[in-house]
């Protein structure tokens, strides 16, 4: 998949599929959390609770459908960080079925102290991390 680096597969299953008889935009923002978890782990230790010493937070999500999703259909989940701020990421999302764009969306995602219940700062190794998987520029 053009411009992303962690793609992962996934097959629409039953509990993914509405009354309209298709994949339901909940279970696309799931399909995106999925990729999320995936893209994390990839990158490291890391998960949506700890990305080195403190977790994050979705306060913002945007979701464009551009096809149906069927039951059974095999997907594609591209999954990449298009903006690196102090406290702040936007990741961008992408599902594809046999090359078709399927649904598109960002998710903004806040540095988080679930002790202190307060934003903070990205740590400084999961900048470096997601600067060197995504070839960012160094700051």
Same mark, same amino acid.
């Given at each position: 998949?053009?411009?992303?680096r962690? %793609?992962?597969?996934?097959? @629409?299953?039953?509990?993914? #599929?509405?009354?309209g &008889?298709? %994949? /339901?935009?909940?279970?696309v923002?799931?399909f995106f959390?999925? &990729?999320?978890?995936?893209? =994390?782990q990839?990158l490291?230790?890391? /998960?949506?609770?700890? $990305?080195?010493?403190?977790? #994050? $937070? =979705?306060?913002?999500?945007?979701?464009?459908y551009?096809a149906?999703?069927?039951?059974?259909e095999? =997907?594609? #989940?591209? @999954?990449r960080?298009?903006?690196?701020?102090?406290?702040?990421?936007?990741? /961008?999302?992408r599902?594809?079925?046999?090359?078709?764009?399927?649904?598109? &969306?960002?998710?903004?995602?806040?540095?988080?102290?679930?002790?202190?219940r307060?934003?903070r700062?990205?740590?400084?190794?999961f900048?470096?991390? @997601?600067?060197?998987?995504?070839?960012?520029?160094?700051e």
């Amino acid at each position: 998949m053009e411009g992303f680096r962690f %793609v992962m597969p996934y097959r @629409v299953r039953i509990s993914d #599929i509405n009354y309209g &008889g298709h %994949v /339901s935009n909940a279970a696309v923002l799931s399909f995106f959390q999925d &990729g999320r978890i995936g893209y =994390l782990q990839q990158l490291g230790p890391f /998960s949506e609770m700890d $990305i080195g010493g403190c977790g #994050i $937070i =979705l306060p913002e999500a945007h979701v464009q459908y551009k096809a149906e999703m069927f039951l059974g259909e095999e =997907l594609q #989940i591209g @999954v990449r960080i298009a903006e690196l701020r102090r406290s702040s990421l936007i990741m /961008s999302y992408r599902i594809e079925r046999q090359g078709e764009v399927t649904a598109e &969306g960002t998710t903004a995602l806040v540095a988080f102290d679930y002790e202190a219940r307060k934003p903070r700062r990205l740590p400084v190794d999961f900048r470096q991390a @997601v600067t060197v998987f995504e070839g960012l520029p160094q700051e």
